[in-house]
């Protein structure tokens, strides 16, 4: 085991650790990948986090808001952020995580007038919206404008209900959908972060599959 002197790894030795646990021809996959990150909330922000370790090549991170002490409870940020932007602030905190990992921020709402350019360049589209015409909107117009690229998207982790239910789907040969499927932050006590991170898992970890070659769900 290497001493531990505080000092951050090279990007060699970052990249080697990566392809003695996933192999070459994965690592080489994730390296060349772009994946966008759209809503950087309980979703968004630790869907993110799972692709940086991974060693994801390059992350497109979308968001117009800050972050909010209400945030701090499940998604990926540090009590002295709040109020910065969201795409600032997790930015930052990949770049100590996975320091090699390329970040591109898009500090802005995202709408039926500019999603194709801020969703330019991305492989796979990782759908993190809270509200559900936002969700609409962006699975809608991925389906029908952007129909080679891959669109993971989720629906209902809110509650305490059992982390069983919470599955993969294949929805289309190219979307799937990460939830239960029908908790609402309405029905119960909200948005707990284990559940919330565990659907965020799903879509990254759906994400990775879709790297290796692998299109089922199951």
Known sequence: MAEMTGA???REQMRRAARDRHGDDLQ???ERTTAAICGLGGLGSNAAVCLARAGIGRLILIDFDRVDVTNLHRQQYKAAQ????KTQALSE????????????TRTERIGSGNFRDLLDGADIIIEAFDDPQAKAMLVNGVLENLPDRYLIAASGMAGTGSS??????KITERFYLCGDGISDVADDIGLVSSRVMICA???AHMAIRLIAGETEAW
């Open 164 to 169: 069983n239910t919470i599955r993969t789907r």
């Open 28 to 30: 080489d996959r994730l």
């Open 82 to 85: 709040v109020g910065m932007y």
């Open 93 to 104: 905190n990949l770049a100590e995580i996975a320091p090699y990992v390329e970040t591109e």
């Open 8 to 10: 951050v790894p090279s």
């Open 201 to 203: 898992a799903h879509q």
